[in-house]
């Protein structure tokens, strides 16, 4: 009985020198562990102070931030070149609408064909300019280089952590203890919140695709359908079926727009992901118990344990990137289907 109970102190002392997890945990670099450890857990902030752990957590900050800075620019570039390509396609069709009918209608007016026209030039030449960007400056190449390097090392720090702690302090209880509290709070409290907040903001963003959606099928029912059965009653109509482009521009808006994010499938994948870590961790007593006995090993098992469901995570992500990289160029081609097309007069 006391036996056990110095085992529950042991976990205790462990739990409260390393603390429970706040909302900004994730602001806390790497590299700024051991100072952050020093006073609640003086002997870990020493051990994180090795050189090994010192260097990976360097290049983790480092890889992140490239990572960060090149998913930005792929994600402002991606929806310029949508928008650009949306707004081209719709000015040079009504550039065609309103060609059929120039002779007819005031002098005034004649100048919206003309707006329409440096809209459509505007656009296609901005949508150009960012797709070239995006294609020749292999910005999801090196989105997708720089998140691998840095998840490879966000691992790296704490498999090098754990086997640092069991190969050069195996007979040290405490120190292991500090060791799986530390594992709990910055990397798999961190990697559940993440996951968790993440699947959220990506299911939000599908319902947000879904109703651009519904207006652009909404839009093209209205005018091409109805319009097509006034035609039947007054032919001038008839022109103006050519303003359900709108909505077909506007669905192919919404599908790039799902295709560039993956909304539905991250939401669901990262909702898989947060709960198979749930329960992993629904195991961590379990874990704090039999390491405070001495069975190093474990501490070995449950940081892999969380890590391949990490792994597998990202590897399903970076699967995906051909898709994103279909989609840049099928913006590409719309655009050259644009360029093509010559008003009619």
Known sequence: MNQETDHTALIKQAEEAIGFS?????EIQPTKFAEHMATDAPTLSALLKNQALTETARRYERDDQRARDEQAQFKRLSSQATWAVFAATVSAASVALFSAGSKEVADGVQLIPLCLGIISLVGGAWAALVLNRLSGGRILERW??????????????FNRLVRLVNEEHPQDPQLQLLCLEFFRRYQLTIQQ?????????????????????????????LGSGGIAILGAFQADLLQYAVVGILGTALATVASRRE?????????????????????IRERHSEVQMAVATGEAAVLAQYVAAVHEQLSLEHRQWLSETEEMDETIKSLSASLKKIKQQKPRH
């Open 144 to 157: 997708m280089e720089a998140r691998a390097a840095a998840e490879s090392d966000r691992l790296g720090y």
């Open 22 to 26: 706040t909302s900004s945990d994730y």
């Open 259 to 279: 295709e560039l994010n993956q909304d539905e499938r991250n939401s669901e994948r990262y909702r898989r992901t947060a709960n198979l870590l749930s329960h």
């Open 193 to 221: 919140r993440y996951y968790e907040g993440r699947g959220e903001q990506h299911r939000h963003s599908f319902l947000k695709t879904i109703k651009l959606s519904s207006a652009a099928a909404f839009i093209l029912a």
